[in-house]
């Protein structure tokens, strides 16, 4: 029978196989093209099937893992089949780019194989405009087949996806004299370089001044993109330069024009930079933008209204407002500059939403501020300030802290530079579990298959299980620290560390 139905119908059958694959491929595949969930930037996959433990000496469960370069502190993307990452250029790629560059390399997710490279010549001058070696340390935004980044010279760039492969497309086609250091002849534009579609500079578009490293994870919503200037100290560490500068700004993404930007002064209350990227979701009915300043105050706005070529730059307008930090300094913020007692807060990771609520860590800034945090919930739902009585709870961390939470199933996962991974309930606030990871984290937890995915400064690899019941599953030490948070992506984890990028799955 079967036999016969095949012979007399070979293009339904073939016809019903192509469904089925397609089918089962589009089940079985999830790309992670942006840090965090789309939007709402929560550190949880739907992703199923990953790895309870892998050895990278024995290669158990190990993919596949590349050599970046000597500092990676950039999360992985994965989209349309291409991995993205930050590094610097340590690891030589190209004997036509030499030096000390700012890198976003462009990997083949079957097997890490190199696609092309977007190669950045570093600010020169004073190191803390662009600190020596940290490379591109913003994570990439894709959509579809256009990629969105944030260089280390704080350019917000338009690439192609495909790089120079498919020829240089866009508007933009001076490749070669973006690659070349001042001064220098323009480099030779070769197959496996990037394909710039359009750039926008934010020291001259809105007049930020760049302090250590850009970081920015782009926002991406209908035609525009959302996302904070990095907008920062000098090298004192006393003064902002560009005190009126945004912290917040709105690119059309076909054309990076500027559309809006926010209108909070931030510039002088800000203690180290603006390194939190904003989120968004509809709260209350009412889509918001939300940001976390670096003066320690969460913010919510409208989006910008439609904007065409030619019109006016817009004020965002502000929804609410809440101070997480009340009672500390508002003015001559810089006096307390390495105060380990007393300082202003600052926010460092993502404001995230999760039914109705914003969960947010904050507290001192790691090198120059004040050791005290908090992980905070606030009502989202709220307009005006509220800081009076918009939280919903407070939960004190061990010490300052760089992440991004997690919230899956009713609980709040993460982390602090005081070693310790936290588990609290996400009603209440109420501590569930905690560990000591025996090393500070710069990067955040990622919750995924029911488990819990974190990596240390120190170079150890934890997993746990996700729940009210602490259960460690597995401990690796990469031997190498590790900034980024680990993402998962059709069926793969992966790890970044400073030099080394592992694609882990279950073989």
């Given at each position: ?23 089962m ?22 992703e ?11 290669g158990?469960n ?6 970046l370069?000597?500092?990676s ?22 004997p036509?780019?030499?030096g ?10 079957k ?36 990629v ?52 926008f ?98 913010y ?60 947010v ?7 120059w501020?004040?050791?005290?945090a908090w ?133």
């Open positions: 029978m079967r036999r016969t139905v095949f012979l007399r119908y070979p293009q339904i059958v073939i016809g019903l196989f192509a469904v089925t694959t397609f089918a491929a589009r089940l079985n595949a999830a790309d992670q093209p942006q840090w965090g969930q789309r939007h709402t930037r929560n550190m949880v996959s739907a199923t099937g990953l790895p309870d433990a892998f050895d990278p000496e024995t158990k190990v993919k596949w893992s590349v050599r370069g000597s500092q502190y950039s999360t992985p993307v994965i989209s349309g089949g291409k991995v993205l990452i930050g590094t610097n250029n340590d690891e030589v790629r190209n036509r780019h030499k000390d560059r700012g890198v976003l390399v462009c990997l083949d997710e097997d890490g194989s190199l696609c092309w490279q977007l190669v950045v010549p570093k600010l020169e001058g004073d190191i803390y405009l662009d600190w020596p070696r940290a490379g591109i340390c913003s994570p990439a935004t894709v959509e579809g087949d256009k969105y980044v944030v260089t280390n010279r704080d350019e917000v760039l338009c690439l192609d996806l495909a790089g120079q492969a498919n020829g240089n497309d866009g508007p933009f086609r001076d490749e070669g004299r973006f690659m070349a250091p001042d001064g220098q002849p323009p480099v030779e534009v070769s197959s496996t370089d990037a394909d710039i579609l359009w750039c500079d934010m020291k001259t578009g809105v007049g930020m001044y760049p302090h250590d490293s850009a970081h920015a994870s782009i926002l991406i919503d209908g035609p525009y993109l959302y996302l904070n200037t990095c907008n920062g100290l000098d090298n004192t560490h006393h003064r902002i330069r560009a005190p009126k500068a945004p912290s917040l700004i709105v690119l059309d993404k076909t054309t990076g024009r500027l559309v809006a930007q926010d209108d909070e002064q931030i510039g002088p209350r800000i203690f180290h930079s603006t390194w939190a990227s904003p989120s968004m979701a509809t709260a209350g009915g009412r889509k918001l933008v939300f940001f976390g300043g670096g003066d320690g105050v969460v919510a706005f409208d989006p910008p209204k439609p904007s065409s070529a030619g019109d006016p730059v817009q004020k965002l307008k502000r929804v609410w407002r809440f101070d997480c930090d009340p009672t500390s300094a508002k003015e001559d913020v810089h006096r307390f500059i390495g105060n380990r007692k007393e300082s202003p807060s600052i926010i460092k990771g993502m404001p995230v939403f999760h039914k109705d609520r914003i969960y860590t904050v507290g001192g800034d790691i090198w501020g004040k050791n005290e992980l905070k919930c606030i009502d989202a739902t709220r307009e005006g300030d509220i800081t009076a009585d918009g939280q919903r709870w407070s939960y004190p961390l061990k010490q300052h802290s760089c992440a991004t939470p997690s919230i899956a199933d009713g609980l709040v996962y993460a982390v602090d530079c005081g070693r310790t991974l936290h588990c609290v309930d996400a009603e209440t606030g109420q501590p569930c579990w905690t560990h000591d990871l025996k090393g500070d984290m710069w990067g955040s937890t990622l919750v995924a298959d029911g488990k819990v995915y974190v990596g240390t400064r120190r170079g150890l690899f934890w997993i746990f299980a996700a729940g009210k019941e602490k259960k460690l599953v597995a401990e690796v030490n990469l031997g190498d620290p590790i900034s980024a948070t680990p993402v998962a992506a059709n069926g793969t984890l992966y790890i970044a560390t400073l030099t080394r990028l592992f694609a882990v799955a279950v073989k």
